[in-house]
Structure formats: C-alpha cells, structure tokens
C-alpha cells in the first residue's frame, strides 16, 4: 500500500478512455451499429454467441504505420484506440521499478527494526575489545585482550583448565609483538631477530590460580614486559573476570634467545636489545621467584611413574620442538588419580631444561612432598619431572600445589539420597 502510494505521487495513472463504441438500444433491444476507430462501419456475425466484428475495408494507416489485420479485431464491449509512439511512451515503466524498491525499502527496515537494541546492562560491555582483538593500554607498555570461555576448554568440573589459561598467556605474548610492530617472520621473534636465526625460548614458569573460569565467562588478559639479568627477559600476566575485575590468575616467565640452527643459547644483540627494551617496564615481578630446592626425583624415589609419552605432529610449534603448555598435560599425566578427583590445581612451577623434538620418548615422575599426610592437611604438594625414557636427559622439572575442589564439598552433603521415602 505504501509502494503504491509513492508510485501515484511521483507518476499519476491515467483514468480508462470510455468505449469508443457507441451502443444505442433500439426497439427490440438489438444493437444498431458499432463503429471503429476510424469511424468505418463494420458488420456483426455471431459465432457461438461471441460477437467479432469484421472490417470491411483493407488496414489503413496511422502516422505512416500500417496497422495489421488483427487490429481491426475488435469486441462489442471495448473499443480502444492506440496512442501515437512518442518518446515519453517508450521510456521504461519506471512506476513499477520505484515500486518494488519502495517494498525492498521497507522488508529491510521491518529486518532492521527486529533485531535487539535494548540497552545492555553496565556488566555486560567488555572493556572496549568486543571482537578479542587486544590493545595496546597503558601509555604503550601493557598488551590486553580479552577471551571468551569455549565449551571445548573446559573439562569435567567445568572450568577452564590450567592448559587453557597458558594457551591465552602465550597468544598474548605474541599478540603484544604483533601489535607493537615488531612481529618479523619468525613464532614472536622480531626483525632483527629474524636476521640472525634467533627464536624466544621459556626457561621458567610459574603460574597462580586462585579462581578458574567457567564456561561462557569472558577474562581480561594483560602482559608486559621487563629486563631481567644481562640476557634474559621477564613476561609477567594478569587474569581477571571482565565482569567482576576479580583477579583469577598471576603469572611470570623467564626467556632467553636461542638460535635456530645451531640449538644453543644466545646472547641478545645490542640490535635486538635497542628494538625491545622501549616496552620493558620497571616493575617487580608479579610473582615471587620460588627458588625452593627440590631433591632429586628418579624411578626409586617417585610415587607414580608413567612411560612412553610421545609427541604428535601438532604437539610441535613452528620452531620445530613441543610447544611449553603440551609439558603440562604430560606432567600431569603421572599425578596420583585421587589428587586429580579431588584437589585443583592451585599453582605450577616449571623449570625448563632442554627441547623435547618430534622422535623423542618420554617419562613422567611424580613425587608427593610431605607423603599422603598432607592429604589430610588439606593440600597436596607435589614434585614432578619430565625426561627422556631410559634415563635420558631432563625436559622439564616442576612443582605443583593443590587445594580441596569445593564443588565436592557442596556435593558431599547431597551425595546418597534420603531413605526415608
């Protein structure tokens, strides 16, 4: 209705011509006569009670066109006479073309008016990175990005696992290269870097959860950078509920160089240390150093022992050797299986001693520190290593501490059901 009203405002529709045919009833109700365009009389057969009038004289013609025989068809009830060709009547019907882009107008706004643009509540805007992008804050020296929970990150308890946070504090590790503009062509090493075959390798982590996320939750990741020692960097993280601002992870790392063809440790060069050091930030760590001396862990003094972990082909990163978060997995593959019922992880601390490549063979140890009376203290400490089977080499020494899950508090109290019908 509204396409048809803005046809008529911007291109009026002619009224019908009355019939050119004059029908006068006569005496006995017959038709008397008809008579043609041009005024020519014509006689009247009938055929099956259809009336066609036939001319009797041969097509005359129009402004010098020669009308053919069929136009001198006509029917008793309309006589219609054919407009001169002009140029206004062989323009397009542009009517029925503003028409339908009046209906296509509005089938779009009736779209546009159905989708939701209520206000969103003041919990539910998340720190200017809708799409996870991350962003530079700060005045330059801090990385934030923000991520969403997926239901494939989560595990049986339902939150998030400690893989799943170190997966997001090394994709804004090397997010924050990428944005600072000092991304070369190699995983997070920069130009210069990349001149000389030089690549970031972890030497230490220590990661504290206090609270883990939940799936749909949205976190708020930031990182930043800092010197330490002659030839080391320092990259600290901070986890909170975008939310509630909650702080539900700290975490710290160690870095050095290491060149790509030969496998061995490197200095920093003063090219690579001019492009770096404008985003180090003077700050303490976020976590204290746990400079705790373990004793030695071997097949005699371990708890839980488990062989022949191997690496797959996606457990490598591009620089050819297992990415840092896959050891996690592999560390707790020894952990005693009530610990991992019943405690979660509430702090890793990792010392990595060599690469672990794409054919090596592996060996989880696992120790409990204090023995299982600190079970019923109420936390688990525990002293892990990982190394080459057979005695081979270490890959990665660590600590673990664990606290009582108290989702299974809650759950012991409903546990059986009530028998008293």
């Not at 107008?105 to 720190?127: N, S, Y």
């Not at 060599?354 to 079970?375: F, H, N, P």
């Not at 081979?392 to 009530?418: A, D, M, Y």
């Amino acid at each position: 209705m509204v396409a048809t009203a803005a046809t008529a405002s911007l291109f009026p529709i002619s009224s019908p011509q009355p019939d050119s045919g004059v029908k006068n009833p006569g005496k006995h109700g017959g038709c008397l006569g008809n008579v043609d365009v041009r005024g020519i009389k014509s006689k009247s057969t009938s055929s099956n009670g259809l009336q066609v009038k036939t001319n009797a004289q041969a097509p005359a013609k129009v402004n010098g066109t020669r009308i053919g025989v069929m136009d001198g068809l006509k029917t008793d009830d309309i006589s219609t006479s054919s407009a001169p060709r002009t140029f206004i009547n062989q323009l397009p019907d542009w009517s029925m073309l503003l028409a339908a882009i009046t209906t296509i107008f509005l089938a779009a706004e009736k779209q546009w008016m159905m989708l939701d643009w209520k206000t969103k509540r003041p919990d539910m805007l998340v720190d200017l990175d809708p799409f996870g992008f991350g962003r530079i804050v700060e005045d330059g020296f801090v990385f934030r990005q923000n991520f969403s929970i997926r239901s494939y990150e989560i595990g049986a308890d339902r939150t998030a696992s400690v893989e799943t946070l170190m997966n997001h504090l090394q994709e804004t590790a090397l997010n924050h290269v990428k944005n600072a503009g000092l991304l070369g062509d190699g995983f997070g090493s920069t130009p210069e870097m990349c001149k000389r075959n030089l690549f970031w390798a972890v030497t230490k982590m220590q990661v504290l959860v206090d609270r883990y996320p939940t799936w749909g939750d949205v976190v708020q990741v930031d990182t930043w950078v800092a010197a330490s020692g002659k030839n080391c960097m320092r990259r600290d993280w901070l986890i909170r509920d975008c939310k509630t601002g909650e702080i539900l992870t700290r975490a710290s790392s160690n870095w050095v160089m290491m060149n790509k063809v030969t496998r061995r440790l490197s200095k920093i060069p003063d090219e690579v240390r001019t492009e770096i050091e404008q985003y180090f930030v003077d700050t303490p760590p976020i976590i204290d150093d746990d400079s705790i001396k373990l004793p030695k862990l071997d097949e005699n003094t371990a708890d839980h022992v488990r062989s022949g972990l191997t690496p797959k082909w996606s457990d490598l990163d591009v620089n050819q050797h297992v990415n840092n978060v896959k050891y996690v997995g592999w560390i707790l593959e020894s952990a005693p299986q009530p610990v991992v019922e019943n405690y979660e992880l509430a702090s890793i601390t990792l010392e990595y001693r060599r690469e672990c490549m794409k054919d090596s063979v592996l060996q989880s140890l696992t120790a409990l520190l204090g023995g299982d009376g600190m079970m019923e203290a109420g936390g688990v400490d525990c002293q892990h290593l990982l190394r080459l089977e057979g005695g081979g080499g270490e890959i990665v020494k660590g600590r673990t501490k664990w606290r009582p899950k108290f989702v299974n508090r809650f759950k012991n109290i409903n546990q059986f059901p009530s028998e008293s019908g």
